[in-house]
T-cell receptor
Framework: AQSVTQPDIHITVSEGASLELRCNYSYGATPYLFWYVQSPGQGLQLLLKYFSGDTLVQGIKGFEAEFKRSQSSFNLRKPSVHWSDAAEYFC???????????FGTGTRLKVLA | DVKVTQSSRYLVKRTGEKVFLECVQDMDHENMFWYRQDPGLGLRLIYFSYDVKMKEKGDIPEGYSVSREKKERFSLILESASTNQTSMYLCAIQGAHIQYFGAGTRLSVL
């Protein structure tokens, strides 16, 4: 079955600390992978995407993610978190032959001043 | 920039009312989506449209219908709103395998 797992429902970090949000997927074909961020009361904004090629991808707002095929993972990282990064983060998987994307249940990030 | 506009940010309706949620895009994309977002459940696909007057059911279509009379507009219809349809509704369009989202409509059914 196709699925996306974000094992951490909530994460709290101090401002300036590093961040890693986990995402594991199960997908039968070559995956397209995405991270989105949602600020309170807003829609989802694309942070970064992976289709093919270099497994380390850079996104907006200083985020990066690494695709590890052997671990079926696509973890999101940021070296130094800012208070404005507090939001909910969603990992998603899709593929070239389908319109349908599968979203994880989200990780809510809290940033301590 | 991709622009996906949802007509209402907040709606309050009564049980049994017919509710229309509107979504408009300015990018001429074929694929448009309606999702429902609930805490702990992530995004669940209600309906998808791949062209004018063309639609497919998503994972949770029960209690909903859709209309796509023009390419730029995709409407979600709750024929008879119920309290369990209180939720955040997100419209998205898809271009080059990337989905772009509107700001969402938070619907409360009393």
């Amino acid at each position: 079955a196709q699925s996306v797992t974000q094992p951490d429902i909530h994460i709290t970090v101090s401002e300036g600390a590093s961040l890693e949000l986990r995402c594991n997927y199960s997908y039968g074909a070559t995956p397209y992978l995405f991270w989105y961020v949602q600020s309170p009361g807003q829609g989802l904004q694309l942070l970064l995407k992976y289709f093919s090629g270099d497994t380390l991808v850079q996104g907006i707002k200083g985020f990066e993610a690494e695709f590890k095929r052997s671990q079926s993972s696509f973890n999101l990282r940021k070296p130094s978190v800012h208070w404005s990064d507090a939001a909910e983060y969603f990992c998603a998987v899709g593929g070239s032959g389908t319109y349908k994307y599968i979203f994880g249940t989200g990780t809510r990030l809290k940033v301590l001043a | 920039d991709v622009k996906v506009t949802q007509s209402s940010r907040y709606l309050v309706k009564r049980t049994g009312e017919k509710v229309f949620l509107e979504c408009v895009q300015d990018m001429d994309h074929e694929n448009m989506f309606w999702y429902r977002q609930d805490p702990g459940l992530g995004l669940r696909l209600i309906y998808f449209s791949y062209d004018v007057k063309m639609k497919e059911k998503g994972d949770i279509p029960e209690g909903y219908s859709v209309s796509r009379e023009k390419k730029e507009r995709f409407s979600l219809i709750l024929e008879s709103a119920s309290t369990n349809q209180t939720s955040m509704y997100l419209c998205a369009i898809q271009g080059a395998h990337i989905q772009y989202f509107g700001a969402g409509t938070r619907l409360s059914v009393l």
